[in-house]
């Protein structure tokens, strides 16, 4: 059983700052690419991803204010969240591409953490 908790959600002003922690526990063999998404009504949304090498990308609209990075010994991934606008409300979700054991491979999803900006 394979589990992602994610943390540090919650309501901030615009322009400030908020960071997200999802960690992975359970029957883990092998930890691939970790990303975050996001849904407001509407679509989910890819915003951040990480390889397991440590290449992060990032959609255009949050460029140069999210950071997303990955602790490997501790199978957790973070999004750190500076400058953040209304437009940034929502949703988020941490995601994870993994292996139970060599011939298992699927992805997982976390809770959501609810992410509000405003004033």
């Known amino acids: 059983q394979v589990q992602l908790v994610e943390s540090g959600g919650g309501l901030v002003q615009p322009g400030g700052s908020l960071r997200l922690s999802c960690a992975a526990s359970?029957?883990?063999?092998?930890?691939?690419?970790m990303a975050w998404y996001r849904q407001a009504p509407g679509n989910r949304e890819l915003v951040a991803a990480i390889?397991?090498?440590?290449?992060?990308s990032y959609i255009d609209s949050v460029k140069g204010r999210f950071t997303i990075s990955r602790d490997n010994a501790k199978n957790t991934v973070y999004l750190q969240m500076d400058s953040l606008k209304p437009e940034d409300t929502a949703v988020y979700y941490c995601?994870?591409?993994?292996?139970?054991?060599?011939?298992?491979?699927?992805?997982?999803w976390g809770q959501g953490a609810q992410v509000t900006v405003s004033s």
């Open positions: 995601n994870a591409d993994l292996s139970t054991d060599w011939r298992t491979r699927s992805v997982y």
């Open positions: 359970g029957s883990i063999f092998r930890l691939y690419t």
């Open positions: 390889t397991s090498g440590g290449t992060a």
